[in-house]
Nanobody, 121 residues
């Protein structure tokens, strides 16, 4: 099972980016999906997660009101608005072990390779 994250790039403070996570429909259809990020020298942290049917979402406090997670049958998206330098990190998507939108890394079984987001001040 492989997930493919894309959409990262170099932007300025206040700009927007949309990340996409693609996988086989089988991977996504009954599972929650999460977006995580890891900055240099820091631990990987949850950004946002969405339940199997999109009915439930959860966000890190640091991105609430700025980021939006959504999904369709084969992709999960992370719309990132009002980007800040502290959002700079490698962003990973992961498919959950269950349908519940967990914030715990251990709840996710399959991971993409990551996409770099750099926000300049």
């Amino acid at each position: 099972v492989q997930l493919q994250a894309s959409g990262g790039g170099l932007v300025q403070t206040g700009d927007s980016l949309t990340l996409s996570c693609a996988a086989s429909r089988r991977t996504f259809s009954n599972n929650a999906v999460g977006w995580f990020r890891q900055a240099p020298g820091k631990e990987r942290e949850i950004v946002a997660a969405i339940s199997w049917n999109g009915g439930s979402t959860t966000y890190a406090e640091s991105v609430k009101g700025r980021f939006t997670i959504s999904r369709d049958n084969s992709k999960v998206y992370l719309q990132m608005d009002s980007l800040k330098p502290e959002d700079t990190a490698v962003y990973y998507c992961a498919s959950g072990r269950s349908s519940f939108a967990s914030t715990q890394i251990a709840s996710y079984a399959y991971w993409g390779q990551g996409t770099q987001v750099t926000v300049s001040s």
